[in-house]
């Protein structure tokens, strides 16, 4: 591959993970900053690096972090990003280098507590479909009417699957189907493959889902499922981003090969995205701070007193709640400095800080 732009066609493996115009634009406006950066999707995330799913195959690549200002773009599972490759201090091997984390479909943010304090971390991005799973002896209409709206604050399209159909007793599977949430409801069976068909229009090639879902719903059974139905269908594993069988370490985005149920989508498994009750209206809102702040004046503007700050701008339209925009900063000033993972060490609580903001 040279520097020079490349069109979606020209990427057939990137394609096959979800590379499309949207991503080759966001590559070009990344290009401004960091020239000649290629494009690639980070397809696990694990202690001490990254592993990017290049034109190229899968690689390992490193995220030197440290000049970031903005608090939520540290590179997650499934983002684009752009890298470059650079030479190892031994001159032999080359190691890549995400340089840009590229402009996100969506993104998945949860709170954490930090000791006292409340930090948004992201979990996942560019996920097209969050599959919320249940099961008859779990149907709970109002739990998941908040996980509903849970992933559609994040901009993604829900679909509930109650699993375990084998178990459904008396008329549950009407009642599920009349309970007027705002997703369709999938009745499937994940032990015997009952009703998968179903999953088919969400597991298009080059689309990204999500499983989430309470413990014992049959998230790993569904997940195993998929990728080992492929695998029978294709005779390989050789195409996961994983070991073939499912076994949840890590953060990982699978390429679920082409079987009867999926056309070749992506889906990511994330051990802390399936806690849905963590996802809230504070991570949604420092996104939003986030897209708005590309629009300071000042790349580093802390939406203080900075002139031509679009942050306070909204504010003082009322787009934005003060509060949240405070908890922000008093967050983001929390990450200033040196280190850029997750997994840093926390700084102590300063005498008289304030706590964040929490409902
Ligand atoms: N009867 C029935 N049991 C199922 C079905 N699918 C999964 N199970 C069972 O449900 C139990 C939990 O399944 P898992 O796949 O481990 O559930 P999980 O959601 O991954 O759970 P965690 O890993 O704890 O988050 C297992 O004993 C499965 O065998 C199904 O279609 N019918
Ligand atoms: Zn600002």
Redesign the pocket.
């Known amino acids: 591959m040279t520097a020079e732009l490349p069109a979606p066609s020209d990427l057939p493996t990137l394609t096959a993970f979800g590379y499309g115009e949207a991503q080759a634009q966001a590559l070009a406006a990344a290009r401004e900053t960091f020239p000649g950066v290629l494009p690639a999707r980070v397809s696990r995330v694990e202690r001490n690096g990254y592993r990017l799913r290049t034109e190229a195959g899968e690689q390992e690549a490193v995220w030197p972090g440290g000049r970031r200002h903005k608090l939520l773009d540290v590179p997650v599972i499934g983002d684009w990003v752009g890298y470059s490759v650079a030479e190892s201090p031994e001159g032999a091997q080359q190691a890549l280098r995400i340089e840009a984390v590229l402009a996100r479909q969506n993104t998945f943010i949860r709170s954490v507590q930090k000791g006292r304090r409340t930090q948004p971390q992201v979990l996942a991005a560019n996920v097209d479909t969050v599959f919320v799973?249940t099961s008859p002896e779990e149907w709970d209409t109002e739990r998941l009417e908040r996980y509903v709206q849970a992933v559609q604050l994040s901009q993604a399209q829900p679909v509930i699957l109650l699993?375990?159909?084998?178990?459904a007793q008396g008329d549950l599977l009407e009642r599920a189907q009349a309970a007027g949430l705002d997703a369709p409801v999938l009745p499937?069976?994940?032990?015997?493959g009952q009703g998968l068909d179903a999953l088919r229009p969400y597991l298009a090639a080059g689309k990204t889902v999500a499983l989430i879902?309470s413990?014992?719903?049959?998230?790993?059974?569904?997940t195993n499922r998929l990728l080992g139905e492929a695998a029978a269908a294709t005779g390989s594993l050789s195409d996961f981003s994983g070991e073939g069988r499912h076994t949840?370490t890590w953060r990982t985005l699978y390429r679920l090969p082409v079987s009867e149920v999926s056309g070749g989508a992506l889906l990511i498994d994330n051990p802390g995205l399936?806690d849905i009750a963590v996802w809230d209206e504070e991570g949604a809102a420092f996104w939003a701070i986030e897209e708005l702040a590309a629009e300071c004046r000042f790349s580093r503007c802390t939406h203080g007193r900075e002139p031509g700050c679009a942050v306070r701008a909204a504010v003082l339209r009322g787009e934005l709640d003060e509060e949240m925009v405070g908890a922000y900063r008093e967050a983001q000033g929390d990450q200033a400095g040196a280190g850029n993972r997750a997994e840093r060490p926390e700084r102590p609580a300063r005498r008289g800080e304030k706590r964040s903001r929490r409902r």
């Open positions: 799973m699993n375990k159909l084998d178990l499937i069976a994940a032990e015997s879902g413990s014992g719903m049959g998230k790993s059974t569904l949840t399936r």
